[in-house]
T-cell receptor
Framework: AQSVAQPEDQVNVAEGNPLTVKCTYSVSGNPYLFWYVQYPNRGLQFLLKYITGDNLVKGSYGFEAEFNKSQTSFHLKKPSALVSDSALYFCAVRAFSGGYNKLIFGAGTRLAVHP | GAVVSQHPSWVICKSGTSVKIECRSLDFQATTMFWYRQFPKQSLMLMATSNEGSKATYEQGVEKDKFLINHASLTLSTLTVTSAHPEDSSFYIC?????????????FGPGTRLTVT
């Protein structure tokens, strides 16, 4: 079955420290992977994607993610967290199901950055 | 670029009435639009996929007669919640795929919060 797992409901980090939000996936074929961020009562904002090429992908707001094929992971990282990074983060993978492509989302991880 | 708007941003309606939510791609053409539902503190659940000029494809368990989707043009899709009930209260988010892109990136609208009283 095609799926995305975000094992942590919440990640707490102090401002200025590095952060990691974990994501693992299960999909047939080459994965197209995405990270989105959601602020309260708002839609999703695109952060970054991996389609092909370098395993380390750089995205918006200083975020980056590393694609690891052997571990089927696509963890989101940032070297120095900001309080304003506090939000809900979703990992997603493209999946072919029911005759067409669609995105499958993880359950989401709430990031809390403390001053 | 790649902006998707939704209208209204929030709506309150009485039980038994119908509500229409619009999703527009403002600066690109979207052959495919998606409708999601999100419950508090939960992930997005894909409800249906709509392609311009054809019938929407609904996910398993989603009532097509209750959630009517119309994709009349390359920039507009509508979701109508018919005979709404309190359990339909939720956050509805649409997204659109740019027909000019091949990476399957979706652009999301800001969401519509529906409250049925």
């Amino acid at each position: 079955a095609q799926s995305v797992a975000q094992p942590e409901d919440q990640v707490n980090v102090a401002e200025g420290n590095p952060l990691t939000v974990k994501c693992t996936y299960s999909v047939s074929g080459n994965p197209y992977l995405f990270w989105y961020v959601q602020y309260p009562n708002r839609g999703l904002q695109f952060l970054l994607k991996y389609i092909t090429g370098d395993n380390l992908v750089k995205g918006s707001y200083g975020f980056e993610a590393e694609f690891n094929k052997s571990q089927t992971s696509f963890h989101l990282k940032k070297p120095s967290a900001l309080v304003s990074d506090s939000a809900l983060y979703f990992c997603a993978v493209r999946a072919f199901s029911g005759g067409y492509n669609k995105l499958i989302f993880g359950a989401g991880t709430r990031l809390a950055v403390h001053p | 670029g790649a902006v998707v708007s939704q209208h209204p941003s929030w709506v309150i309606c009485k039980s038994g009435t119908s509500v229409k939510i619009e999703c527009r791609s403002l600066d690109f053409q979207a052959t495919t639009m998606f409708w999601y539902r999100q419950f508090p503190k939960q992930s997005l659940m894909l409800m249906a996929t709509s392609n311009e000029g054809s019938k929407a494809t609904y996910e398993q368990g989603v009532e097509k007669d209750k959630f009517l989707i119309n994709h009349a043009s390359l920039t507009l899709s509508t979701l109508t919640v018919t005979s709404a009930h309190p359990e339909d209260s939720s956050f509805y988010i649409c997204s659109a795929r740019d027909r000019g892109q091949s990476s399957y990136e979706q652009y999301f609208g800001p969401g519509t919060r529906l409250t049925v009283t």
